[in-house]
């Protein structure tokens, strides 16, 4: 039931990696936290468990971003059980990297539909109440790869470039309405998704990192935490890269 006193955030993707971070983080500091993921269940008891050792309600469901109705009920059960939502960070992704020239017309939609559309199912079922209690904040997970391109990731780029315009638009439409909305841009950051990523992809990335690492979750909910906090009050409309300095 709604009325912990504590302010809501929402999560797309937060059984692994940099959403499992986020959603950990933001427990930490104050929120309760709903969090969706696909499928893997077991992730998601373990986060939801840790959440709730920080003090935080939690509302965990599995639910495809990609469909609109399984997205809206989630958004929906979750205001029921959290109260009304302050934070909305869209972290669900994927990536099926090919030569253009290789791609699979199923691969390019896979991605695009995850990434840029599940962004949007995410950002069109919570903004409407944002912008009218008239408080609120977004963050989306965008890349570097939609800031500069990467080689075997146009789809991926495609994704992260639209997430990009996309986030710009909604701060302009909705900032005059007291709400906010940010993009961060990370370079490599170690989750399973960059596991697959071969020793020697993986070098030849280090070689261009300035900080001579790669970065990890809780940097990114670091970088989140700040964004939906009132920190941020004068902060809308950005790209944050967060690359230790991969690009410069
Ligand atoms: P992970 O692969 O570690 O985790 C992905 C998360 O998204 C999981 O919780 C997964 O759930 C969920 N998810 C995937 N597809 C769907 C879907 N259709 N519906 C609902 N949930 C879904 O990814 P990362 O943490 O590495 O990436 C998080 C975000 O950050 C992504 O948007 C990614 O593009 C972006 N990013 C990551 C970088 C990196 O280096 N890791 C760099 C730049 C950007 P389940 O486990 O159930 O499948």
Redesign the pocket.
């Known amino acids: 039931m709604p009325g912990s006193g504590r302010p809501a955030a929402l999560v ?9 971070a986020v959603v950990l983080r933001l427990a930490q500091d104050g929120f309760d936290v709903a969090f ?5 269940q077991t ?2 008891d373990h986060v939801a468990k840790e959440a709730a050792e920080h003090g935080a309600r939690v509302y965990a469901r ?5 469909d609109a109705a399984q997205v809206r009920g989630f958004v929906s059960g979750a205001e029921q059980e959290l109260g009304p939502v302050h934070a909305v960070v869209t ?5 099926r990297d090919k030569p253009l020239a290789l791609m699979a017309d199923e691969d390019w939609h896979a991605v695009l539909d ?2 840029l559309t ?1 962004t949007y199912h995410v950002c069109r079922a919570t903004i409407y109440a944002l912008m009218r209690r008239r408080q609120g904040t977004v963050v989306t ?5 939609g800031v500069y391109g990467n080689s075997t990731q146009t789809n ?1 780029a495609a994704s ?1 470039a639209g997430i990009i315009g996309f986030t710009k638009a909604l701060a302009k439409e909705c900032g005059r309405y007291g709400v906010r909305a940010n993009t961060v ?5 170690e ?4 596991d697959a990523l071969s020793d020697q992809v993986r070098e030849r990335i280090l070689r261009q990192v300035t900080l001579g690492r790669f970065g990890t ?1 809780e940097e990114v909910a670091d970088l989140v935490s700040f964004l939906v906090s009132d920190r941020a009050r004068y902060l809308s409309g950005q790209v944050i890269g967060l690359d230790g300095g991969l690009v410069i």
Do not use: H, Q
């Not at 969706?36 to 893997?40: A, I, L, P, T, V």
């Not at 972290?91 to 990536?95: L, N, Y």
């Open positions: 797309s993707g937060g059984s692994r990696g940099i959403g499992r969706c993921f696909r499928s893997d992730a998601a599995p639910v495809d971003v990609t972290s669900a992704g994927i990536v995850t990434n599940g997970l965008s890349s570097i790869a991926y992260k841009a990370p370079g490599l950051i989750t399973d998704m960059t979750p």
